[in-house]
């Protein structure tokens, strides 16, 4: 592989771990901590928070985790499927909807919808939901203050986007939980 594929695809991968992080910081943790501090792979005008650090335990202190990490519990499966729709098209922009099913037999808080955009896509506004973008990755999750949970089987209809493009735009690589 040339360098400069290797730098796109290495580029790429640390974009991915940078939005997983920040879906991980909208979804879960204390909501007093999410979304208060600016992190430098934030897009501008948002913020996410990473977790305090945990202390070092005291020396002789026995510690409740496992030595081996691969005993530790799994976390919940967040069962879930989203679908995204091009609703119009204009010169130079986009109006598309969003849906999110629980798949799963437990209600699902905090959800998120994240997906690929052509080079160039942009979103420039949404509704029941925040969005935000880092690069061609986009994301929609639920609005903190509304208590957006959904019942097991339940579906979220009401999300929507309008964004810029020079062409009406794919959505592509579509994930939620």
């Known amino acids: 592989m040339t360098q400069g594929k290797t730098t796109t695809v290495l580029g790429a991968l640390s974009l991915g771990a940078a939005v997983a992080l920040l879906a991980a910081a909208c979804v ?3 909501p007093a901590v999410r979304h208060t501090a600016a992190h430098p792979m934030v897009p501008a005008g ?3 928070a990473l977790p305090a650090p945990s202390p070092p335990s005291p020396a ?3 510690s409740s985790l496992p030595a081996d990490p691969s005993a530790l519990p799994a976390p ?4 879930c499927k ?3 729709k091009l609703v119009e098209t204009w ?3 986009y109006r598309a909807t969003a849906t999110i099913t629980n798949t799963a037999d437990t209600p699902l808080g ?3 919808i994240q997906w690929v955009l052509p080079k160039g896509a942009t979103i420039t506004q949404a509704w029941n939901g925040t969005h935000m973008q880092s690069g061609p990755i986009a994301m929609i999750h639920a609005l903190e203050d509304d208590g957006s949970v959904l019942a097991p089987g339940a579906t979220a209809t009401d999300i929507g986007f309008v964004g810029a493009a020079q062409a009406p735009p794919t959505f592509t690589e579509i994930t939620c939980g």
């Open 28 to 30: 879960g943790g204390d």
């Open 46 to 48: 948002t913020s996410a």
């Open 91 to 93: 010169p130079g922009g």
């Open 60 to 62: 002789g202190a026995s």
């Open 82 to 84: 989203a679908t995204l």
């Open 76 to 79: 919940p499966a967040r069962s």
């Open 110 to 112: 905090g959800w998120y």
